[in-house]
Nanobody, 123 residues
Framework: VQLQASGGGLVQAGGSLSLSCEASGRTFGGSTMGWFRQAPGKEREFVAGINWSGSISDYADSVKGRFTISRDNAKSTLYLRMNSLKPEDTAVYYC?????????????????WGQGTLVTVSS
């Protein structure tokens, strides 16, 4: 499985961005997926996760109500819609495939990672 993340950029506080993660390989549709982020000098952290069908999602408290994770299995693509962005959302965002059948927040439960896309939110 290869994951290609895109959509990052520079946005002002309060603005919006949409990230995409295109997957190659046949296992995307049956896999739980997640978005993580890593700010400069900080550890990589869970942002959002979604089950294989898109019927269940989970969010970090810091983004709940502002970010929306979704997927299109026909297009093998994972999305992250980010609204009301804050400077503290500035980070490299990564998509990843989980080895679990449930939504996990643990980095160790993800085996394939995208290359990351940089999101910068200016104040």
């Amino acid at each position: 499985v290869q994951l290609q993340a895109s959509g990052g950029g520079l946005v002002q506080a309060g603005g919006s961005l949409s990230l995409s993660c295109e997957a190659s390989g046949r296992t995307f549709g049956g896999s739980t997926m997640g978005w993580f982020r890593q700010a400069p000098g900080k550890e990589r952290e869970f942002v959002a996760g979604i089950n294989w069908s898109g019927s269940i999602s989970d969010y970090a408290d810091s983004v709940k109500g502002r970010f929306t994770i979704s997927r299109d299995n026909a297009k093998s693509t994972l999305y992250l819609r980010m609204n009301s962005l804050k400077p503290e959302d500035t980070a490299v965002y990564y998509c990843a495939r989980s080895t679990k059948g449930y939504i996990s927040r643990r980095l160790a439960d993800f085996d394939y990672w995208g290359q990351g896309t940089l999101v910068t939110v200016s104040s």
